[in-house]
């Protein structure tokens, strides 16, 4: 093989890494072990400071690690900490080793700092919860996992923590077991999950397979300063790159060609790995059409909403594109899927979420919308638009889940018989002047969703509008795109301002008197994200139209440089950017004008809103039921399922039991044949045999004299007869 | 042939010692004068000891064993037997057999310390105290530190069999004193 | 170098070897506990002396003084618990006569 060159990711090493995920592990073992008996001595406050402290040690360790790595020049941003091999067969290599880059990076500030939060916030929010130690050891525990997910050097260590996250995700949204709808949620939250791991690992054992066609040696020799590269079948994400990099001097990449040079009955293996592992992202980013779980999942406290199914784990599925973009990248086709199921999930979750009741529900479906979008981004190959979309959602949804926690608890606590749906809006409203600091913050939280330029939310989504209409790499028109992706911006402001209407404003609120402002813990948490949720869009993405230079997409570069090298868009006039912003702002102020004239005084338009409900019964009917894609997978696969099952039953009860209770009956007849053989011929023989060594252990009894001379003097007699021995033969 | 020299004539006369003193060890019918042959044995093993360089170990071997070991056995003797009537002291039993039995084995051994080709080196008889006690600093602390242990171990054990025998014999202390 | 009268490995082992073989017979027809214990320490001494022999011929380094050492510390531990043991015994059954005191046996 020819002299071969490529971009080889250099590293550092480093010492702290795998402490970040050790603490919250420690956390959760702590309160999961012992947290019983803890919590009944030392109080509520020891469990706290246990999980916190966890999460804080790690936090500040995570804080250190990124800042050591940005002092590393652009290239060579990437810390390694090797701890051991875990695992050797055949080709597959797997150390425990953990990796950071920019990307990581990004993620495991957003995991610990919001993290953090959000455990704070729950100190108050499960304060009366008695089995309060189960569930901050549960949520360490999903911090430990995410953290392992994000931080893994191989896809193998990626998989561990993708499975433990979807583990305490099941655990918490089932935390209160005891009611049977809410342990269902979990369980099916868990089996939709599975159908993804599936194609997750599916698409690994492809790729994996596809890397290897055992004529290549394990590495090749290069001209690049560190000399050997590690090729063929690996899981490491750092030597995957590596090796996709790699190319000779004509500027051929020879692993990415013959990679994406191979087939599967005449199909792309690339395309087949991007599709089986998408199906995974789909599962755990609750995409179209495993998307069914996330609604349900409404069922776990709120801040497990806010952490993990709407800041961090949900969003695993952009990282894992994100990750491993520069293999995505090599198919086109691969591309167009998610960012057509991306759109679709959009437009389709702000859809339903403009119809719904529950408050919960509204922002698990703009979750899903929102994740479209994000995949909207990758899909046309804006990478760092994707992770950015990813960052300020992560900001702006955990502060409107918080808070609409906080409303929850606030109508909860004034409700002591228990008899209303806290969660529902039509039991909330008039909210504003009660919960004031709640209110502030879920408005910020819709403003920044919303898009409207003065926060977070408007800097991320317009980026990928903007990206959507300039793409040329995806097989779709980038107008189309960006038309669907505006219209869902504006159903976004709309069903956003809605819930907000309904809510916080709307009608008087009847049981004012109970109501009172949630405590400091939670409030305090309210005010950072709030502030965080405006902040952090101007902040790290500044457009480029505005004579800035994104902060987040200089410093993610050096991840995507093979991906944006593959991706193609479109040149366009600068001018289009101002006319694309004015058309956003515009929209989302339709949005939110219409969700204002039609829910801020409910008393005033509670009979319009009832006349459209009647006229477009049929259709209000299907988005208010989801589609029916619930009911759809209940009759194709549940329902079909469960008949096969009965029929095989039948099939079990009469046909397999009949044989049985056949093999039964001769094989009793039999054994009594074998009873009469064993109780006169075997038994004679046993005893005759007993008899015989009885009598003679009578006889060798006597050798037992129990005296010390005579043993030894067997002894030696031993002895003696051995050197005799060797005497003759030796 | 080599020649007699003295250091021969030291070496078999310690060698004389060390076999005829443990042999009045096996045969004697008084345990005291078996007592004090040990004596014999143990010292001509020292000698043994010294006469191949090893001299901390041929002098721990006189301390401890002379100074400590035989001392205990003494006591054992003296507070156990009979002793105003030493010619039944120590009686035996099966020395037809047992002596024998004791020459074929020596018999067998020395036939194959003499057939078998030793990887021999050449030996200097350089006498050293430093190098043990550096080995015993070195490569073996944590089998030194152990064998501590181990005396520590058997002084509690030693004194709590004692003391359960003291408490046992309570009731019938007269008796049991006028006995020895 | 193979004269009867230059010291070598063998001589050591002839030692060594009639020494054991005089403390099995102690220790195969004493009947006295106490007489019964000098055997064994005949028997150690003659290992001992296998030890520093060899050490000193074959291997040519400390390491079997080092053992002769920690055999002459488990003899002195040995001696001391036998000790406690031959009197305890004595105490029970007013003899140290090994056959008298096999009581087990049954």
């Known amino acids: 093989m020819e002299s071969l060159t490529g971009d080889i990711q250099a590293f550092s090493r480093s010492q702290i890494l795998w402490l970040i995920p050790l603490f919250p592990l420690l956390g959760a073992l702590i309160n999961g072990l012992c947290g019983r008996s803890v919590q009944a001595r030392f109080g509520r406050r020891a469990v706290h400071a246990i999980a916190l402290g966890a999460m804080g040690l790690s936090s500040l360790l995570a804080i250190v690690a990124v800042c050591k790595l940005t002092a590393l020049p652009p290239a060579a941003r990437f810390l390694l900490d090797r701890r051991w091999n875990m695992l050797s067969v055949g080709a597959l290599h797997v150390d425990l080793a953990f990796a950071l880059d920019p990307l990581s990076a990004v993620m495991i500030l957003i995991i610990t700092l919001v993290g953090t939060l959000i455990h704070v916030y729950s100190t108050g929010y499960m304060a009366r919860d008695p089995a309060g130690w189960r569930f901050f050891a549960y949520l360490n525990l999903f911090v430990f996992s995410m953290l392992v997910l994000v931080l893994g050097d191989s896809l193998f260590l990626m998989f561990f923590g993708w499975e433990g996250v979807g583990l305490c995700s099941y655990l918490l949204i089932g935390f209160w077991y005891g009611d049977l709808a809410k342990a269902r949620a979990g369980k099916k939250a868990f089996i939709t999950n599975r159908v993804g791991d599936w194609g997750f690992l599916v698409g690994l054992l492809l790729l994996f397979r596809g890397l290897g066609d055992g004529r290549v040696p394990p590495t090749v020799d290069t001209d690049i300063a560190g000399g050997r590269v590690a090729v063929g079948p690996m899981l490491n994400v750092r030597e995957l790159h590596d090796q996709m990099s790699l190319h000779d001097a004509g500027g051929k990449h020879v692993f990415a060609a013959a990679l994406a040079g191979k087939t599967v009955l005449g199909i792309p293996l690339l395309f087949l790995v991007g599709l089986a592992l998408f199906l995974g992202i789909a599962g755990k980013s609750a995409q179209l059409p495993l998307h069914v779980w996330l609604p349900d999942a409404m069922a776990g406290p709120t801040p497990v909403s806010a952490l993990i199914h709407a800041a961090t784990m949900v969003t695993a599925g952009v990282y894992l594109i994100a990750r491993l973009s520069f293999l995505f990248c090599l198919s086109p086709h691969a591309l167009t899927v998610i960012a057509g199921v991306g759109l679709a999930t959009a437009l389709f979750g702000a859809a339903i979420a403009a119809t719904q009741t529950d408050i919960k529900k509204v922002l698990a479906y703009s979750t899903i919308s929102q994740l479209g979008f994000m995949f909207l981004a990758v899909g046309v190959g804006a990478y760092w638009v994707g992770v950015f979309h990813l960052l300020t959602h992560a900001c702006f949804k955990a502060c409107l889940f918080l808070a609409a926690?906080?409303?929850?608890?606030?109508?909860?606590?004034?409700?002591?018989?228990?008899?209303?749906?806290?969660?529902?809006?039509?039991?909330?409203?008039?909210?504003?002047?009660?919960?004031?600091?709640?209110?502030?913050?879920?408005?910020?939280?819709?403003?920044?969703?919303?898009?409207?330029?003065?926060?977070?939310?408007?800097?991320?989504?317009?980026?990928?509008?903007?990206?959507?209409?300039?793409?040329?790499?995806?097989?779709?028109?980038?107008?189309?795109?960006?038309?669907?992706?505006?219209l869902t911006a504006g159903l976004t402001a709309f069903y956003m301002f809605r819930s907000y209407y309904l809510a916080f404003w709307a009608r008087a609120q009847p049981a004012a008197a109970h109501i009172h402002e949630s405590p400091a813990s939670m409030t305090t948490v309210l005010a950072i994200l709030g502030a965080a949720a405006v902040v952090t869009g101007p902040l790290l993405g500044w457009p480029e139209a505005w004579g800035g230079h994104p902060w987040l997409e200089r410093f993610l570069a050096p991840v995507f440089a093979d991906a944006d090298a593959a991706a193609r868009f479109g040149a366009h006039a600068h001018v289009l950017v101002f006319v694309f912003q004015l058309a956003s702002v515009v929209v989302a102020t339709a949005g939110?004008?219409?969700?204002?004239?039609?829910?801020?005084?409910?008393?005033?338009?509670?009979?319009?809103?009832?006349?459209?409900?009647?006229?477009?019964?049929?259709?209000?009917?299907?988005?208010?039921?989801?589609?029916?894609?619930?009911?759809?997978?209940?009759?194709?696969?549940?329902?079909?399922?469960?008949?096969?099952?009965?029929?095989?039953?039948?099939?079990?009860?009469?046909?397999?039991?009949?044989?049985?209770?056949?093999?039964?009956?001769?094989?009793?007849?039999?054994?009594?044949?074998?009873?009469?053989?064993d109780r006169h011929i075997v038994d004679g023989a046993v005893n005759a045999v007993s008899t015989v060594a009885f009598a003679g252990g009578r006889r060798l009894v006597r050798l037992q004299t129990g005296r010390i001379n005579n043993y030894v003097l067997g002894m030696t007699i031993g002895v003696v007869a051995l050197v005799a021995v060797s005497w003759f033969i030796g | 042939m080599s020649t007699v020299t003295p250091a021969a004539i030291v070496f078999f006369g310690l060698c004389a010692l060390v076999v005829g003193c443990a042999g009045g060890v096996a045969l004697s019918r008084n345990i005291l004068h078996a007592a004090f042959l040990l004596l014999g044995t143990l010292a001509g093993t020292a000698g043994l000891y010294l006469f191949i360089g090893a001299d901390f170990l041929g002098v721990a071997q006189i301390l401890i064993y002379v100074g400590g070991i035989l001392v205990l056995l003494l006591f054992a003797v003296l507070l156990t037997s009979k002793v105003g009537d030493t010619r039944l002291s120590n009686p035996s039993a099966g020395l037809q057999f047992g002596v024998p039995l004791g020459v074929l084995l020596a018999a067998g051994l020395v036939y194959l310390v003499f057939t078998t080709p030793w990887p021999l080196t050449e030996a200097v008889a350089t006498p050293m105290t430093g190098r043990p006690g550096e080995a015993f600093l070195g490569e073996y602390l944590l089998l030194f530190e152990l064998a501590s242990v181990v005396l520590l171990m058997a002084l509690v054990g030693a004194m709590v069999l004692a003391r359960r025998a003291v408490k046992g014999r309570s009731p019938d202390a007269a008796s049991g004193g006028a006995a020895t | 170098m193979n004269g009867l009268f230059t010291i070598g490995l063998p001589h050591y082992l002839t030692v060594s070897a009639v020494l054991f073989a005089l403390g099995l017979i102690t220790v195969a027809?004493?009947?006295?506990?106490?007489?019964?214990?000098?055997?064994?320490?005949?028997?150690?001494?003659?290992?001992?002396?296998?030890?520093?022999?060899?050490?000193?011929?074959?291997?040519?380094?400390?390491?079997?003084?080092?053992?002769?050492?920690?055999?002459?510390?488990?003899?002195?531990?040995?001696?001391?618990?036998?000790?406690?043991?031959?009197?305890?015994?004595?105490?029970?059954?007013?003899?140290?006569?090994?056959a008298a005191t096999a009581t087990l046996r049954e």
């Open chain 1, 592 to 677: 939110w004008a219409a969700a204002r004239g039609l829910y801020r005084d409910l008393a005033r338009t509670e009979a319009r809103l009832e006349g459209w409900r009647q006229a477009f019964f049929r259709l209000h009917r299907v988005v208010q039921g989801k589609f029916f894609i619930d009911e759809a997978y209940e009759t194709m696969i549940l329902v079909p399922m469960r008949d096969i099952s009965q029929g095989l039953a039948w099939a079990d009860r009469h046909i397999v039991d009949r044989i049985v209770r056949l093999a039964a009956r001769a094989t009793r007849g039999i054994a009594t044949l074998d009873g009469w053989f």
């Open chain 3, 29 to 98: 027809t004493r009947r006295n506990v106490v007489a019964i214990l000098m055997g064994v320490e005949l028997l150690l001494n003659a290992a001992a002396i296998n030890f520093v022999a060899f050490s000193h011929f074959v291997h040519g380094a400390v390491a079997g003084q080092v053992f002769a050492l920690f055999i002459v510390v488990l003899a002195a531990s040995e001696a001391v618990i036998a000790l406690a043991i031959v009197l305890t015994l004595f105490r029970n059954f007013r003899t140290v006569d090994a």
């Open chain 1, 405 to 486: 926690g906080s409303a929850i608890h606030g109508v909860e606590h004034a409700d002591d018989a228990g008899t209303i749906d806290a969660q529902d809006l039509r039991n909330m409203g008039g909210l504003a002047a009660l919960m004031p600091k709640t209110h502030l913050a879920y408005l910020l939280g819709c403003v920044s969703i919303a898009g409207f330029p003065v926060a977070a939310g408007f800097y991320s989504k317009d980026e990928i509008l903007w990206k959507a209409f300039t793409q040329a790499q995806v097989f779709v028109p980038g107008g189309v795109l960006w038309a669907i992706a505006l």
